[in-house]
């Protein structure tokens, strides 16, 4: 998906899958996104309420890469203002378990803490 000058052009030097899998959803942000969005669409304005950490720039640029790599589907209305959905595509939802397990994993870790 990605071309040569891509920012990931080298993710297939290694065999480990758990590195690509990073390679491609690691980050801070991306995972908090795919997780909201298993939940169904959401408008870009109802992602930053649930974002309010991250920046305007910094959800763009999470999204826009989530759409490359072929998780994230964006929708565009023609619409005055601009209506814009996004939610995940059908590989994007393969990775509920994934989101799953590290949401009830981050759990027992913040009740360890406190």
């Known amino acids: 998906m990605k071309s040569a000058g891509s920012r990931r ?3 297939h030097r290694s065999n480990c899958a758990v590195e690509a899998t990073v390679g491609v959803i690691g980050g801070r942000w991306k995972t908090v996104v795919l997780f909201w969005l298993l939940g169904g669409k959401l408008r870009f304005g ?15 640029l999470q999204l826009r890469e989530l759409e490359e790599d072929g ?44």
């Open 9 to 11: 052009s080298d993710d």
């Open 71 to 114: 998780l994230v589907l964006r929708t565009v209305f023609a619409e005055v203002p601009p209506h814009v959905e996004y939610e995940l595509t059908a590989f994007g939802k393969s990775l509920e378990p994934v989101l799953l397990g590290m949401r009830a994993w981050g759990e027992k870790y913040k009740k360890r803490l406190g």
């Open 46 to 60: 109802e992602l930053r309420r649930k974002l309010p950490n991250c920046t305007q720039r910094m959800l763009t």
